[in-house]
């Protein structure tokens, strides 16, 4: 019994010592209590959505259908409905919002509260993450940045979540100075800095009248690199309906143009803007009654592709990706002699500001610095094209439709070539067989 109490008491005081430390040096805040839960991890890549109806058991049975995996609640009551359907839950309430309750951490009846919430809702089977604010300037991140310490200290298994914005955002909105790629960056750096979240999400709606805006490839890079930077996930808010005459509602195609341009820059989540169209906002994926619309069928099988393919690179490491044909904003062309690249090259295509872009892109993956997956998305949203795609190995091409990988039809160069027939908007994860 002595050579095991000896060991105890020792531990007791390395665990008040270390506690001591992280109290003296703003790790933990007075008043938090650790959770011993492990830190929060993306799981199945994320598919949710903004302004949905109340969750139902039929709403919540629609969602389920269509291929979303995280609904949002506004009650701990809604919680019970996601987990009957198998999903996740992303609780949505003011202790959470800084907007709402500045002070929270700061008025002990408030932070009462917030710990008793957080105590009865952090072990519900089907919460996922806390959603904290959107669009936040740069002004906003200090106390961002406490607020979140703290979630992750009461909550370490949850995710806090905030939404960031796009690059068109003015430099008053972001709260910094320069051009729009220095303002944008300094934002970035600011917030993954200060903050230090788990994951980067971010929204940009490019389907305007006239034409699409310049910046979405621009905003795809930059969101990639400080994701990457900072070792976390990254989450695309994309667009699915029209709100006034400058915006136009996406189609089928256009979505799947997203949805697989999300994936090729290595994102693990997309969320469609919006779910329920109400007020100004038309389009949408249900009407304001609930009923389905003609882009919820044109997602319902682009949210599993969405979550496969993820699934599939998720271990892997974005390595590069790659533009040929049109340039634009943002985009890196292809080297001529990249391990996969396009034989024969294709055509250099000139590139206007609002003119839809048209080309090939090709993701590159790979567990070392040497890629064996690669995205190849056919970038034009209205019409199919054939990708003569060569790698370094013998090929095959990934099903996302039921999971399963095979060999590619080898066209050339024994084992080295495929041809990809790519419909508008979509693409096709290819690796060198293993």
Known sequence: MKNFKKPMVWQLWLTLAANLLLIEFGSLLPGAEPSASAPWKIGEPIVTYWFGPPLTDAVAQQMAEGGWNLVWCTSEEQLDVAQRHGLRAMLQNPLFSPRHTPAVLDDPAQREKLDALIKRVRNHPALYCYHVIDEPSAKDFPALGRLIAYLRQQDPAHLAFINLFPTYA??????????????????????????????????????????????????????????????????????????????????????????????????????????????????????????????????????????????????????????????PLGAEPLPARAPFRLDPPQASLAYEPRERVRGIMLGYFGATDQPSHVLVVNLDYKSEVVAPLVGPGSLETFDAGNGVWTAAAVKGAAGTATKLCLPPGGGKLVRVRP
């Not at 189609?251 to 799947?256: L, P």
């Not at 989540?269 to 009923?291: E, H, R, W």
């Not at 389905?292 to 969405?306: G, Q, R, V």
Request: proline share 6%; aromatic share 12%; net charge negative.
């Open 170 to 327: 003015r430099n008053d909105q972001l709260r910094t100075n320069g051009d729009t790629v220095h303002a944008y960056q300094e934002y970035l750096n600011q917030y993954t800095k200060i903050v230090q979240p788990a994951l980067v999400s971010y929204d940009h709606y490019q389907f305007a009248n006239p034409g699409d805006l310049p910046e979405y490839f621009l905003n795809l890079a930059l969101i990639r690199r400080a994701a990457q930077d900072s070792g976390v996930p990254f989450l695309n808010v994309v667009q699915a309906c029209s709100w006034g005459p400058s915006k136009r509602i996406p189609n089928g195609d256009e979505m799947r143009y997203l949805v697989y341009t999300t994936l090729a820059y290595g994102g693990q989540g997309i969320s469609y803007f919006v779910y329920l169209a109400a007020g100004d906002l038309s389009g949408a994926i249900a009407q304001p009654d609930g009923t389905p619309t003609e882009l919820y069928h044109a997602l319902k099988p682009l949210n599993h592709e969405f979550v496969a393919i993820a699934k599939e690179v998720e271990p892997l490491r974005s390595l590069a990706v790659y533009h040929t044909g049109m340039q």
